[in-house]
């Protein structure tokens, strides 16, 4: 009876022992150097950016500290594409009044396309979460890039302005 009682004292005091063992930080240990991990875009990754654009892409940022800036993603496969996204705290100029309103995309988020020079096709999508705002156009040259889906919370910019109004809030 004795021995039992030793061995459940025991065995109490040794279990929290046992689980700060388990739970505490090892001594640092030397490792091999990271590699500096790319620049990555705040806002919509580089992978959803190539599949949206339909190929390899490259990217170039401006961001600030403060959350404001752009990424800029171009294919330069095929016909140029360029999916560029800006975001800001001043207003930004969006879709004109006949554009077409986009639900459950942050706030007062149009959807308009309109021509640019050089026969590019410009689809755009301007929106405001909080006090951000937000710009994301999909520039094709030379052709459209999908014709006109029957929702227009279907078409490929739509879905990626979701994505960025998701990550402002």
């Known amino acids: 009876m004795r021995g039992r009682l030793f061995a459940g004292v025991l ?10 063992a388990q739970y505490t930080n090892p001594a640092p240990q030397a490792s091999a150097p990271q590699a500096a991990l790319p620049p990555a ?8 950016a190539a599949k949206i654009l339909g ?3 490259s990217v170039v940022l401006n961001v600030s500290d403060s959350g404001e800036g752009s990424c800029r993603f171009s294919r330069e496969q095929g016909p140029v594409e360029t999916l560029e996204i800006i975001v800001k705290k001043a207003d930004l100029p969006g879709c004109p009044a006949d ?5 459950g995309i942050g706030n007062e988020a149009m959807m308009c396309r309109h ?3 050089n026969g590019e096709v410009v689809q755009m999508v301007s929106g405001r979460v909080r006090d951000q705002h937000f710009i994301v156009t999909i520039t094709s040259h030379g052709h459209e890039k999908t014709g006109k889906a029957a929702d227009p919370q279907d078409e ?10 998701g990550s402002l809030f």
Do not use: D, K, N, Y
């Open 115 to 117: 021509g640019g020079l």
């Open 55 to 57: 190929g390899e892409v």
């Open 156 to 165: 490929p910019i739509a879905r990626v302005s979701e994505q960025v109004a």
């Open 41 to 48: 875009c705040p806002w919509l990754t580089l992978g959803t």
């Open 99 to 103: 554009g077409v309103a986009l639900r």
């Open 11 to 20: 065995g109490l005091l040794g279990c929290p022992m046992a689980l700060l």
